[in-house]
């Protein structure tokens, strides 16, 4: 086995610090290091998108990433959206408009969204499809996912106008 | 905790980076690690040592000049998809970059790694082929510069670089023509079953020049065959029908769980014919 490392994250604005092996990829780090369980891990080989995180503010697949590679940036997962006590907009339209049924793919779903609203704020709902579609619903509720973003987008553009 | 372990070393400079890669065994260049970190989950590979090029902060660029767009080996495929350059010098290689993976995957995902991996399933040793693009590859013994068909033509998941070798920046010369890219896949990011790019030329009295390749078979191709069937004709239907069956028989197809050979070669005969009809469309405008 190789030796653990030391290695420093920034995780939702927090530094912290665990040891961990070179080969553990950072969904694995934040979760059972990290204690962050709120990041899923669905296929492990970058196809599912359940795993979704932000690294510097775009949206990376934390099980194609070594955690010891991503020290000096800013990481950012579900856990760390709300601000204050109050959901984030997307997470909001996500209840409101009953945008996940079991919930597993539901985290990676919603970084995705804010990601494309990030890059197209007022998107269609055609666009929505063709941009989340690296993000896979096994209960394949994806019409009230693609609500669900359109409606945030609604609510996020009328806040900001 | 699936991939074996390994030796993790984080280079800040290429001269570090080739020296750990010529004294160490079994090492092996981590890029964007969009295709070698699923390998390495899988144990498909399992490398000894792991030199981490993400630190290399001057091969994070993507410029044109003298009618050459030069891309670095740690670029992602998301700054490539934005790159004004990329869409001025290279459309087809913009165009192409869309239809790579999904954006996340694209975020960490370089140009240089695709090729390095290359997987006939990729679009990018396609399409590079096309555009008679060439890497400059980098040792402890020096430098040389390959032309992308050298390096990965004839080549499954692998490539003529040496392990003590990596490609520090892709070359593409400035795209004259029109352009076309055609794949199909079952889902739009997933791997494509089979696709083509192409690059035509038009002059007066017809085709001047043409560049095709494809991918999707046992490596990616270049369809030299296609090619000689339309230089020289008027471009017409007749014509671009023949190149996409002579583009069908050349093309190095094989029988997989996503389809047989018979169904590939099918489906490049299609891509062919829509590939061209793009190109020499793009190429008339001109």
Redesign the interface.
Same mark, same amino acid.
């Given at each position: 086995?190789?030796a653990q490392?030391a290695i420093t994250l920034n995780v939702n604005g927090r530094n912290q610090t665990t040891l961990a092996?070179?080969?553990?990829?950072l969904a694995?780090v934040l979760r059972d290091r990290l204690g962050l369980t709120g990041t899923h891990l669905g296929c492990?080989?970058?196809v599912c998108?359940a795993c979704?995180v932000l690294?510097d503010g775009?949206?990376?697949?934390s099980?194609?990433?070594?955690a010891?590679?991503v020290q000096g940036s800013e990481i950012t997962t579900i856990e760390g959206l709300e601000e204050n006590g109050e959901l984030h907009p997307m997470q909001k339209a996500f209840s409101e408009y009953h945008g996940l049924q079991c919930g597993f793919c539901t985290p990676g779903m919603i970084l995705?969204g804010i990601?494309?609203l990030k890059r197209n704020p007022d998107p269609t709902a055609e666009e929505v499809r063709?941009?989340m579609?690296?993000n896979i619903c096994r209960c394949t509720g994806y019409q009230k996912i693609v609500e669900s973003v359109l409606g945030a987008a609604s609510e996020m553009n009328e806040v900001t106008s | !905790?699936?991939?074996?372990?390994?030796?993790?070393h984080?280079p800040e400079s290429v001269d570090d980076a080739v020296g750990l890669l010529s004294s160490h065994e079994d090492a092996k260049v981590?890029a964007g690690?969009?295709s070698l970190?699923?390998m !390495?989950?899988?144990r498909l590979a399992r490398p000894a040592t792991?030199v981490?090029i993400?630190g290399i902060s001057d091969l994070d660029y993507i410029q044109c000049s003298d009618g050459v767009v030069q891309i670095g080996a740690t670029a992602r495929q998301?700054a490539l998809e934005e790159s004004c350059e990329v869409a001025a010098c290279a459309p087809l290689l913009a165009e192409a970059t869309g239809h790579v993976?999904?954006?996340?995957?694209r975020?960490?995902g370089t140009l240089a790694g695709s090729l390095a991996h290359n997987d006939p399933a990729s679009e990018y040793p396609a399409v590079l082929m096309a555009l008679g693009a060439s890497v400059t590859a980098v040792s402890s013994g020096g430098s040389r510069v390959l032309s992308v068909e050298d390096l990965v033509s004839g080549h499954f998941l692998s490539t003529a670089l040496g392990p003590d070798e990596m490609i520090t920046e892709v070359s593409v010369p400035a795209q004259s023509g029109g352009h076309g890219f055609a794949e199909f896949a079952r889902?739009?990011?997933d791997f494509a079953v089979a696709g083509v790019a192409a690059v035509v030329n038009m002059n007066g009295s017809g085709v001047a020049s043409a560049s095709i390749a494809a991918f999707g078979g046992t490596s990616p191709a270049r369809l030299d065959e296609a090619e000689s069937a339309l230089v020289g004709s008027d471009g017409g239907s007749d014509a671009v029908a023949e190149a996409a069956a002579r583009a069908a028989s050349q093309f190095p197809a094989t029988d997989d769980i996503h389809g047989s050979a018979d169904y590939r070669r099918a489906l490049i005969d299609v891509l062919t014919r829509q590939a061209l009809q793009q190109a020499i469309a793009g190429a008339q405008e001109v």
């Amino acid at each position: 086995m190789m030796a653990q490392v030391a290695i420093t994250l920034n995780v939702n604005g927090r530094n912290q610090t665990t040891l961990a092996e070179p080969r553990e990829i950072l969904a694995d780090v934040l979760r059972d290091r990290l204690g962050l369980t709120g990041t899923h891990l669905g296929c492990e080989h970058g196809v599912c998108g359940a795993c979704t995180v932000l690294m510097d503010g775009e949206m990376v697949r934390s099980c194609l990433l070594f955690a010891v590679q991503v020290q000096g940036s800013e990481i950012t997962t579900i856990e760390g959206l709300e601000e204050n006590g109050e959901l984030h907009p997307m997470q909001k339209a996500f209840s409101e408009y009953h945008g996940l049924q079991c919930g597993f793919c539901t985290p990676g779903m919603i970084l995705a969204g804010i990601d494309l609203l990030k890059r197209n704020p007022d998107p269609t709902a055609e666009e929505v499809r063709d941009d989340m579609g690296g993000n896979i619903c096994r209960c394949t509720g994806y019409q009230k996912i693609v609500e669900s973003v359109l409606g945030a987008a609604s609510e996020m553009n009328e806040v900001t106008s | !905790m699936k991939p074996a372990a390994f030796e993790y070393h984080a280079p800040e400079s290429v001269d570090d980076a080739v020296g750990l890669l010529s004294s160490h065994e079994d090492a092996k260049v981590l890029a964007g690690g969009q295709s070698l970190v699923p390998m !390495m989950s899988f144990r498909l590979a399992r490398p000894a040592t792991i030199v981490d090029i993400n630190g290399i902060s001057d091969l994070d660029y993507i410029q044109c000049s003298d009618g050459v767009v030069q891309i670095g080996a740690t670029a992602r495929q998301s700054a490539l998809e934005e790159s004004c350059e990329v869409a001025a010098c290279a459309p087809l290689l913009a165009e192409a970059t869309g239809h790579v993976g999904h954006r996340a995957i694209r975020n960490r995902g370089t140009l240089a790694g695709s090729l390095a991996h290359n997987d006939p399933a990729s679009e990018y040793p396609a399409v590079l082929m096309a555009l008679g693009a060439s890497v400059t590859a980098v040792s402890s013994g020096g430098s040389r510069v390959l032309s992308v068909e050298d390096l990965v033509s004839g080549h499954f998941l692998s490539t003529a670089l040496g392990p003590d070798e990596m490609i520090t920046e892709v070359s593409v010369p400035a795209q004259s023509g029109g352009h076309g890219f055609a794949e199909f896949a079952r889902r739009h990011g997933d791997f494509a079953v089979a696709g083509v790019a192409a690059v035509v030329n038009m002059n007066g009295s017809g085709v001047a020049s043409a560049s095709i390749a494809a991918f999707g078979g046992t490596s990616p191709a270049r369809l030299d065959e296609a090619e000689s069937a339309l230089v020289g004709s008027d471009g017409g239907s007749d014509a671009v029908a023949e190149a996409a069956a002579r583009a069908a028989s050349q093309f190095p197809a094989t029988d997989d769980i996503h389809g047989s050979a018979d169904y590939r070669r099918a489906l490049i005969d299609v891509l062919t014919r829509q590939a061209l009809q793009q190109a020499i469309a793009g190429a008339q405008e001109v």
